[in-house]
T-cell receptor
């Protein structure tokens, strides 16, 4: 158990809809990262937050947004969903938010857009 | 931007054979990390290498960081069925880590 909690584990929705994925980092970790993993694909970095502030942005679509709350949990909002958004979304956390730190990954949210 | 390439994409071996995956960066790295993702699981940190030419071992796994700090390798000796999964490298540069696309290892018993 990595200590990173992601909910829900599975999400099935329709095209055009909006969903929210939630992540609670390990106790004491200040930084949260979001990654997208499509079938047989690598880990695509979406966005990173550190102590409530956006720190780095990757290949995140404009339809996607995220935030980190004062209690350090984070939410990833995906809107106007398309079939191609179906993927496994991972959250990871690290202690100080330095990009080359060891990352602890959650179990992921499997999103299926039908 | 920084690119991290990993080869091969897939490797199928007979149990007992050795396995190696290679990671190459377009830029000099400050460090490299390796992660393992079991089928249906999430990436789990294995190791971090920082020094030029560094070699670290974990039981049957040997990790190397190149002299120029632009490449790395993970070698597994005498694979076992428990080694199946996808192995990712992540290269650290300018405060960010970039993941390679991973090498998926299957082991035939």
């Amino acid at each position: 158990d990595s200590g990173v909690t992601q909910t829900p584990k599975h999400l099935i929705t329709a095209t055009g809809q909006r969903v929210t994925l939630r992540c609670s980092p390990r106790s004491g970790d200040l930084s949260v990262y979001w990654y997208q993993q499509s079938l047989d694909q690598g880990l695509q970095f979406l966005i990173q937050y550190y102590n409530g502030e956006e720190r780095a942005k990757g290949n995140i679509l404009e339809r996607f947004s995220a935030q980190q709350f004062p209690d350090l949990h984070s939410e990833l909002n995906l809107s106007s969903l398309e079939l191609g958004d179906s993927a496994l979304y991972f959250c990871a956390s690290s202690a100080r938010g330095q990009g080359s730190e060891k990352l602890f990954f959650g179990s992921g949210t499997q999103l299926s857009v039908l | 931007g920084q690119q991290v390439m990993q080869i091969p994409q897939y490797q199928h071996v007979q149990e007992g054979e050795d396995f190696t995956t290679y990671c190459n960066s377009s830029t000099t790295l400050s460090n490299i990390q390796w992660y393992k993702q079991r089928p249906g699981g999430h990436p789990v940190f294995l190791i971090q290498l920082v020094k030029s030419g560094e070699v670290k071992k974990q039981k049957r796994l040997t990790f190397q960081f190149g002299e120029a700090k632009k490449n790395s390798s993970l070698h597994i000796t005498a694979t076992q069925t428990t080694d199946v999964g996808t192995y990712f490298c992540a290269g650290g540069h300018a405060g960010k880590s970039t993941f390679g696309d991973g090498t998926t290892l299957t082991v035939k018993p």
